[in-house]
């Protein structure tokens, strides 16, 4: 059974930088297209960032310029550098592989 473990969530004020994990079991991040979602009080779940088995990778416009995905194939985790945070990024993110989910971290950031 694949399983997601996302970890580096936290409360941050805005402007600053986080950086979240997905480690992967079960699953190699490099064969499969990854992703990571979040989802804010009240709100769906939403998609923010892909990165392809060929690496390419695509952004929700509203954090694109901000944030940047990446992986690491020798750990098998993928990554969410999270730049200039704004008081709107606060959510639960959630890291995706097809119908897999992560339980989610939580990012907080105040203003």
């Known amino acids: 059974q694949v399983q997601l473990v996302e970890s580096g969530g936290g409360l941050v004020q805005a402007g600053e930088s986080l950086r979240l994990s997905c480690a992967a079991s079960r699953l190699s991040v490099s064969s499969h297209v990854m992703a990571w979602y979040r989802q804010a009080p009240g709100k769906q779940r939403e998609f923010v960032a892909q990165?392809?088995?060929?690496?390419?990778?695509n952004y929700a416009n509203s954090v694109k310029g901000r944030f940047t995905i990446s992986r690491d194939n020798a750990k098998n985790t993928v990554y969410l550098q999270m730049n200039s945070l704004k008081p709107e990024d606060t959510a639960v993110y959630y890291c995706?592989?097809?119908?897999?989910w992560g339980q989610g971290t939580p990012v907080t950031v105040s203003s």
């Open positions: 995706n592989y097809w119908t897999t």
């Open positions: 990165i392809t088995t060929g690496g390419s990778t």
